[in-house]
């Protein structure tokens, strides 16, 4: 007997039983599952219930099961991803998804199912699916050329919905902070207790000083001081923002700062001075670097510089500056005269910042000049100096 071909034929017929008992076993529940993904919410809120897939599927149908002593289903709807139709009977529990293209699925949301947490309720909701069918596209089609759907078994996870307590106190962490102009801050808060189920909402008294979004960033937009408020379902708390605007300037140099930027007063060299004992700024870069617009049109016609509600105005070579407030008007004298120096416009910096209200500081060891608004108290005064000291020399 020639025993190395009756082994060859019995290898070659385990192939064949082998290759055939792939393609003809039906499709395993470890090729697929459906998970039911828990989520959480307050007692009188709605909640979003995901159900998420692993394996590739043409079609389903089924009941969405759950605990209706404390949960009101409201919607079924697909997936993202899918091209479904869902059915919506009476009571409102039945899906059906179809015409599903031949698309792998890894952790990919199915349905999303929609439900009310009823007031009053506590504790744990369960929810679960009845399903009545599953179909895979094959990967290849029939001697017909047809990709005829096939049954799959699956298996299915429950999940829930737990109704958390709704927070009794928010502490916003700081209570108050400040930002300089165009910069950013992240407001953080501390809720009680620790697993409340608020969503905590960021809103602004006054978008022009400060905006927030819903994450708690903060982000400076003008000079001034507004409320954030965090607010829960029936609890809220503030914070206090101080948005500051500012420059700084040495006198006979050309750098500058600029809300924290290192920066140029312009490219043509122009720098601060000092004139019959007092000092003389760049009236454009002062002006439009703090939030104002200055239009300058001739030297036969005043300069103006329009900030918030106010308006300066002035002529080269002229003590009288002109300051509106509203429909008010005020004149004002200068000591030193505006000056037309390089191309450029000069004017008294005690003057110019008293009309807008800003706050000025000169050191005289350094000659440093820090222009800003709102109140610059010691300590801020003190940081904005040893940044000047640093870059300006």
């Known amino acids: 007997m020639n025993y190395k ?7 070659m017929l385990a192939v064949l039983v082998t290759a055939f008992a792939t393609v003809s076993l039906p499709v395993s529940a470890a090729d697929l599952s459906l998970r039911v993904i828990s989520t959480a919410g307050l007692a009188g809120s709605n909640v979003v219930v995901e159900v998420k897939t ?27 991803k899918l091209s479904e139709k869902v059915v919506q009977g009476n009571p409102k529990t039945r899906f059906l998804c179809a015409e599903i293209s031949n698309t ?5 949301t199915l349905i999303k199912i929609t439900f009310k947490i009823k007031s009053g309720a506590t504790g744990k909701a369960m929810v679960g699916l009845e399903m009545e069918s599953i179909y895979q596209l094959p990967d290849k089609a029939d001697e017909n050329g047809i990709f005829q759907p096939q049954p799959l078994s699956c298996s299915v996870t ?23 102009k165009g910069q950013t801050a992240l407001l953080r808060y501390t809720i009680i207790p620790a697993n409340a189920g608020d969503v905590v909402a960021f809103s602004s008294a006054d978008k022009s000083i400060a905006t927030v979004n819903n994450a708690g960033l903060i982000t400076g937009k003008g000079p001034g001081t507004v409320k954030i408020t965090l607010k829960g379902k029936n609890v809220s708390a503030t914070c206090t923002v101080t948005v500051y605007n500012y420059v700084s300037l040495r006198i006979n140099n ?22 019959g004992g007092r ?23 005043p300069i103006t510089l329009t900030y918030g509600n106010k308006k ?32 450029r416009t000069y004017i ?31 300590t801020l005064r003190e940081e904005r100096l040893k940044e000047a000291k640093a870059y300006i020399k």
């Open 312 to 343: 300066v105005e002035i002529k080269l070579n002229s003590k009288i500056m002109t300051v509106y407030t509203g429909s008010q008007k005020t004149t004002v004298t200068l000591d030193v005269a505006a000056q037309l120096k390089g191309g």
């Open 54 to 80: 692993t394996g590739r599927i043409s079609n389903f149908s089924g009941n969405v099961t759950y605990d209706s002593s404390k949960l009101t289903l409201s919607a079924i709807s697909g997936g993202d």
């Open 104 to 108: 792998t699925f890894n952790n990919e």
């Open 158 to 180: 429950s999940g829930s919905v737990t109704v958390l307590p709704p927070a009794t106190k928010i502490i916003s962490e700081p209570t108050s902070l400040s930002v300089t």
């Open 254 to 275: 050309t750098k500058a700062i600029q809300n924290g930027v290192q920066t140029t007063v312009d490219d043509m060299g122009t720098k601060p001075f000092t004139l």
């Open 348 to 378: 008294p910096l005690r003057a110019i910042s008293q009309a807008l209200g800003f706050t000025v500081y000169y050191d005289d060891a350094t000659r440093i000049i820090i222009v800003n608004t709102p109140t610059m108290g010691k």
């Open 279 to 301: 000092t003389m700024i760049p009236f454009r870069f002062v002006g439009e670097k703090m939030g104002g617009k200055v239009n300058y049109v001739s030297e036969s016609q």
């Open 5 to 11: 071909k009756i082994v060859a034929t019995i290898l």
